[in-house]
């Protein structure tokens, strides 16, 4: 027992030491200073240029050390950097392990009609199982899978609320509450896997651990999981890095991890069509390519979409060597062009928290953040979706005589913009419809000539966020309608 109780104590103060760490805030890098600092092997936690900063994670013992640097700089609060002491047995407010699972089990038991109870799809380097839950309505036919992730970086438990959060919103909304839920789950199916580095997570807990990467200390002290993909993995030590010690080592070889090659094979056999792998922090949406400055073949879809999806959260978004610095051996830039795969939109939200662990003990933070990237969440589903053709299109005859072109902005905030095109001049009356085919709205123009037109409809107060259909028609019958969204 004695022995036993020495042991348990010598562990303490050794993991102890091992996660005494600040993250530390300087103020007017150079970009040219960040990719050095990354090239030392510096572990660099966020680079935000808009505002001029960057925070790297040192030994504390070594804090000083930024003065060294020569810049001014912020030691930043213990808590953004590790789980505090009084949370010694859980994550605080974060989702530890045993609450991901007691929720997600009782997801399927609240809502089986909805989501299937977690099933493992392959073990960690520590044999501990990675699972994935399954959400989607009960309609029938085809429907596209979406991907979610979260904790492939095991010190970033933002995401894991975000994706909680979601699946609660998904569930919970679908009957009744909110048709853009309905519309998601009745379109498409869509998956979660909650903690991609079990292990890390898990070393996590017991004393404020700070463990990025995976378990296997063959060579070092982990493998950056998020450098272990297959696609140009070690295409430059940019971002990623050959020596193990580093946080951003990317393993011996590509997919050398069973994490990464857990994730993999799910993939594959999946045939996800978009996927959102989530980490923190910084407030980015992200996407390929990460490995080199170039622009990806649909750029300007991606554009497109992180431009609307960030709207309210206000998020920055580009690629990573836009933004941040280059990376080879990620998920997104695999997943956009693996090998065997059709092209997955894949793209990473770094969610804007208080560094790793900075709302452990503020319930409102993570509301926020949640609340955040929830429309984030909810309008990729909608672009993915529209991407492979549900987008709600009307009928379109041959020859149409009255066309309901698009809708802009959409999703629509508080007022939208109806591009239409008649063949001849008539009055056209316009309808709004709820997805229970209920008109919530209607009204008409005066006569308006043949050509391209636009009529401009404002949001009512009480029209709730949601899916809506407007449906133009004209004395003669013509009609055509389309599918939108309101945001609120
Ligand atoms: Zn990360």
Request: include cysteine.
């Amino acid at each position: 027992m004695r022995k036993y109780l020495f042991l348990a104590l010598t562990i303490l103060v050794f993991a102890s030491v091992v996660s005494a760490h600040r993250l530390v805030r300087l103020y007017d890098v150079s970009r040219g200073s960040v990719i050095d600092m990354i090239e030392k092997g510096y572990d660099v936690t966020c680079v935000d240029m808009r505002h001029g900063y960057v925070d790297i994670m040192l030994p504390e013992q070594d804090v000083d050390q930024a003065a060294l640097l020569s810049y001014d700089y912020e030691v930043l609060p213990r808590e953004w950097g590790e789980l505090l002491p009084e949370n010694m047995d859980d994550a605080g407010e974060y989702y530890d392990p045993e609450e991901n699972w007691t929720f997600w089990s009782s997801l399927s038991a609240d809502y089986p009609e909805l989501a299937n109870p977690p099933v493992t799809i392959g073990q960690s380097y520590q044999s501990r199982d990675i699972y994935m839950i399954r959400l989607t309505g009960p309609t029938s036919g085809y429907k596209p899978p979406i991907y979610f992730s979260s904790l492939i970086h095991a010190r970033e438990p933002g995401g894991n609320s975000v994706l909680i959060d979601f699946a609660m919103w998904l569930t919970g909304n679908y009957d009744g509450g909110d048709t853009r839920a309905a519309y998601i789950l009745d379109n498409s199916t869509v998956y979660f896997v909650p903690i991609a580095n079990p292990d890390g997570y898990v070393y996590n807990m017991p004393n404020g651990g700070n463990q990025r990467k995976n378990m296997n200390f063959t060579l070092g002290d982990g493998i950056d999981l998020n450098r272990n993909w297959g696609y140009k993995w070690d295409y430059d030590d940019l971002g990623s890095s050959p020596y193990p010690n580093d946080q951003t080592y990317r393993g011996t070889s590509a997919f050398s991890e069973p994490e990464t090659r857990v994730q993999r094979d799910f993939i594959i056999d999946l045939e996800p069509i978009a996927a959102m792998n989530y980490h923190t922090y910084g407030g980015y949406l992200l996407y390929p390519w990460g490995y080199e400055d170039i622009l990806s073949p649909d750029s300007i879809l991606f554009t497109g979409w992180a431009d609307a999806m960030t709207a309210e959260n206000n998020y920055t978004y580009g690629t990573a060597w836009q933004i941040l610095y280059n990376v080879n051996g990620e998920n997104n830039d695999w997943s956009y062009c693996g090998d065997s795969l059709p092209k997955i939109y894949a793209m990473t939200p770094e969610v804007d928290d208080k560094g790793f662990w900075g709302s452990q003990n503020d319930t409102t933070e993570i509301v926020r953040i949640c609340n955040e990237c929830r429309p984030m969440n909810i309008l990729f589903c909608f672009a993915s979706l529209g991407y492979v053709g549900i987008s709600g299109d009307g009928e379109v005859g041959i020859e149409p005589l009255l066309l309901l072109n698009s809708v802009y902005p959409n999703p629509v905030l508080s007022s939208a913009s109806f591009r239409i095109t008649s063949s001849g001049s008539s009055n056209v009356s316009v309808m709004i419809y709820d997805t229970s085919g209920r008109i919530i709205d209607s009204f008409e123009t005066g006569s308006i000539k043949g050509g391209t037109s636009s009529l401009v409809w404002g949001v009512p107060h009480e029209i709730p966020a949601g899916v809506y259909t407007a449906r133009i028609s004209d004395a003669a019958g013509n009609c055509d309608s389309r599918r939108f969204t309101v945001m609120r």
